[in-house]
């Protein structure tokens, strides 16, 4: 599938996957856990952190546990339309994870839930730079593990067609390593459709200005 394709398949289903996720679950509660990293990381500032929601979709499940003012990113206009009404303090982009529309060093943390692999594997290592470019030196990564290696176009997929692609779990581990994310740690949850999912706990190298803090990212809605 290419990108315009995979945009126009989540347009058709994003709101039948929005009433099939179940807000809650293990997996949600890792954003805790990220959060707790960051309240304790002087680097963050005083006021709420910066975090940037790759593959936001309808905002359910990941962004509306994020601070306020936190920024979703989608590809599916349609997922916007429904974050829009979901997390109405949240700002919304439309755009690609391949080449974030974001400047250098402006986030705290990026969250990244079931995303990464709807992108063709061939572009992972890409969207690993991507993340580590628009992340502060320090920021945090929480994004979801590939179980293996696959790269398939589902068709009845929440009653439309969906592209999935993946290198693999080693694979992936190596490419977040050499986008310059260190002490990665992984953790198994509940994913929204209760099936089990390895998620990646990983910092950008580097040390923070002594001032710290996240600047505003000039997100803009669609």
Not at 89 to 100: K, N, T
Not at 131 to 155: C, H
Not at 194 to 211: N, Q, R
Request: aromatic share 6%.
């Amino acid at each position: 599938m290419d990108r315009n394709a995979v945009r126009r398949a989540w347009d058709a289903v994003a709101e039948t996957y929005a009433a099939r996720r179940d807000p809650d679950g293990s997996d949600a509660a890792l954003i805790d856990d990220l959060l707790d990293a960051l309240a304790g990381d002087p680097a963050a500032g005083d006021g709420d952190p910066l975090v940037l929601d790759v593959g936001c979709g309808d905002g359910a499940r990941t962004l509306a546990n994020l601070p306020p003012g936190s920024v979703g990113l989608d590809v599916s206009r349609r997922g916007l339309e429904l974050a829009r009404e979901t997390v109405p303090d949240a700002r919304l982009v439309h755009g690609e994870m391949s080449a974030l529309p974001f400047a250098a060093d402006r986030f705290d943390a990026i969250t990244a839930y079931h995303a990464v692999f709807h992108v063709d594997r061939e572009r992972h290592p890409d969207v690993y730079d991507e993340f580590a470019r628009v992340l502060r030196p320090g920021g945090r990564l929480l994004a979801t593990l590939p179980s293996g290696r696959f790269e398939t176009v589902r068709q009845g997929w929440m009653g439309g067609e969906m592209f999935f692609s993946a290198p693999g779990r080693e694979r992936t581990l190596d490419q977040l390593r050499a986008a310059g994310f260190a002490d990665v740690e992984t953790r198994t949850a509940t994913d929204p459709l209760g099936s089990s999912t390895e998620f990646a706990f990983a910092k950008v190298k580097g040390d923070a200005a002594p001032d710290g803090g996240a600047t505003e990212s000039g997100a803009t809605d669609p």
